[in-house]
């Protein structure tokens, strides 16, 4: 298909001569992933590994975003691989926690859990707070979805206090949005709600969205 660009990639690199693409592509953005595959294969083929595998881990990011989850597993996993064999520790501790995040969601907890707390561990040590709480919330995350509601509220008020004081909106967003989870599966809509007003200050639309998400 057109937009199975690392499948395209793949023929490409097996082909015996030269295969061309985008014929059918009409807008800017339709060409910035086939652009962002050349790069990684560039990088490659220069022996920037690093660079190659920090493309591949954003072009898994907008492969989760889009849906396509499988393809982000294949990216991250690629992604984690270059990055340990550069020895770059903090950034494949980062494409682990991206990579948990999606397990979570297949309810593989076992495994997300080891790689969560790999990287919190890694990502605490290089002194990287943001994406240490991103990793926090995904492991509050794992607890609400073992049903332990009263853990998970818990590591969330402390991850939401600590992405206040980083001035991080996105993670302040992030964590109350599953705080208000717990709260809405313990059946507790009042607090639910007080959570999202008090993140809607600096979520706005953005909240809305997320309460209509679990039914407030």
Do not use: C
């Amino acid at each position: 298909p057109p937009d199975d660009i690392a499948g395209f990639a793949e023929l490409r690199r097996n082909a015996p001569l030269p295969i061309t693409t985008g014929e059918v592509l009409t807008r800017r953005q339709s060409f910035k992933p086939l652009f962002e595959q050349q790069a990684v294969e560039i990088y490659r083929e220069i022996g920037e590994l690093r660079s190659a595998a920090l493309v591949e881990m954003n072009l898994g990011v907008q492969a989760f975003a889009e849906g396509r989850w499988d393809e982000a597993v294949e990216r991250y996993a690629s992604a984690d691989r270059e990055l340990q064999r550069v020895g770059d520790a903090a950034s494949a501790a980062m494409v682990s926690a991206n990579l948990a995040e999606i397990l979570i969601s297949h309810g593989e907890l076992d495994r997300a859990k080891t790689l969560l707390e790999e990287a919190r561990e890694t990502l605490r040590a290089s002194g990287l707070a943001a994406p240490a709480v991103f990793v926090d919330t995904q492991l509050a995350r794992l607890e609400l979805e073992k049903g332990r509601l009263d853990e998970a509220s818990e590591s969330l008020r402390a991850t939401i206090e600590e992405a206040v004081e980083l001035q991080h909106p996105y993670l302040v967003v992030d964590a109350s949005f599953y705080l208000a989870l717990a709260h809405r599966r313990g059946g507790e809509l009042e607090k639910a709600l007080e959570v999202l007003d008090e993140a809607d200050s600096v979520g706005g639309d953005e909240v809305i969205e997320l309460g209509a998400r679990i039914g407030l």
